[in-house]
């Protein structure tokens, strides 16, 4: 019974996989756009434990700066209240003294510890962004390869595929149209200069030659 759950089982991976496979033939870029969205959503959750990470190692610094200045305070007091000839108080700050010394001394361990997560987590978000980065890159190459294709594709088409005579003929049809086309354009211009070097010659003409000529 387990055998054949196993075969099942890998039935159906294999056919999963062969969606997967077809699925990306069809759009490579489509699959490959929401790889880069589920990679940044990870990079995004890594820059946001980065950012925790130095948060805390601030407050360790903070909790670390507190004991030092406590346990230096307490030392102090100690001397004072021991000059003083105050035994119990001497001895309640001594107590105290030692117990801030021990905590910065443990949280001086923290520190180096947090730190230590700290460098490492930044520099694993760093080349996290670096991937990210390369891969934005990589879809752009596919992207010109793709298009590339398509135009390639495109143009076999219209060249080769179906009636290659009504292609062909599609195209001189075009040319002849564009052949059409700079023939008008350049009689117009041909009769606007011309009929605009009369017309100047004509201003220039002194009245009664003109006159002369319209009466003959």
């Known amino acids: 019974m387990s055998n054949l ?19 990306e033939q069809k ?4 699959l490959l756009n929401q790889y880069l969205r589920d990679c940044e959503k990870e990079v995004e959750k890594v820059r946001k434990l980065v950012e925790r ?11 670390y700066n507190q004991a030092e200045s406590l346990a230096s ?7 004072i209240a021991s000059q003083a000839g105050e035994s ?40 996290m962004k670096h991937k990210v980065k390369d891969m ?16 390639n594709h495109r143009i076999n088409h219209v060249m080769d595929s179906g009636n290659p005579d009504q292609s062909f003929t599609k195209v001189k049809e ?27 010659l004509e201003k220039e003409l002194p009245n009664e030659e003109k006159t002369h000529s319209h009466s003959s």
Do not use: C, W
């Open 88 to 127: 119990e108080l001497s001895d309640f700050a001594t107590k105290e003294h030692h117990q801030y010394e021990e905590r910065a001394s443990q949280l001086k361990l923290s520190i180096e510890k947090v730190s230590g997560d700290l460098t490492s987590l930044e520099q694993k978000y760093e080349s």
């Open 53 to 63: 990470q130095s948060l805390l190692k601030e407050e360790f610094v903070r909790e």
């Open 27 to 30: 759009n490579p870029i489509a």
């Open 73 to 79: 305070k307490r030392k102090y007091q100690a001397d």
């Open 174 to 200: 075009m040319e002849n149209y564009l052949d059409h086309l700079e023939q008008r354009v350049n009689t117009s211009y041909h009769r606007n200069t011309i009929d605009a070097r009369i017309a100047q």
């Open 136 to 151: 934005y890159i990589k879809r752009m190459e596919l992207m010109g390869r793709e298009n590339m294709a398509r135009a």
């Open 5 to 23: 759950f196993t075969r099942i089982k890998n039935t159906i991976s294999a056919d999963f996989h062969e969606v997967l496979d077809k699925k």
